[in-house]
């Protein structure tokens, strides 16, 4: 079965007031993955992993501070409108898999297969779709549900993820969910 994972699309990232906004390009993923969640959702699960920052992240040496903990700039965006029941996985580092329950949380759900969307796609995107290809899930990235904060560094992770970690590149009008 598969599940979805939302990587950080929080209102630091995704929106003009945010600490750390991607840029305007970012809302052009909103609907196409609004659009995808709505098909998804009751078929498998939706995880949303939320960058979630001390205010003396040690992340701050690298960027600005951002996706403080318990702070508006942390949360969903709103037009993606996740749910009490979805997942959630807060992580102070790139890769959703480090240092957090997330493989705890697949493995009990009998997860074998992944769909990636979110930000940044050579940033969090990458890494997280590194360490679950290095722990033998199939993975897929929505290529229309992912930006980088240039078109080169778009380019690069969607090659790293194709050639090296063998993530299938789809998008998300003809990828159906795996529910068995």
Known sequence: MDAVI???MQKDFCYPDGALYAGDEVKKIFSPLKQ???RA??????IFTQDWHRKDD?????WPPHCI???EGAEVIDELEAREEDYYVRKRRYS???GTDLNLILRELKIDGLILAGVLTNICVLHTAADAASRGYDVNLLKDCTIALSEYEYKYAIHH???VLNVKITDSKSLEVKVD
């Open 96 to 98: 959703a898999f480090y």
């Open 161 to 163: 993820m194709r050639n």
């Open 69 to 71: 903990m318990n702070t």
């Open 6 to 8: 939302v990587v950080d």
């Open 36 to 38: 995808f969640l709505e």
């Open 58 to 62: 040690k992340e701050f040496k690298i």
């Open 41 to 46: 959702r009751d078929k498998v699960p939706i």
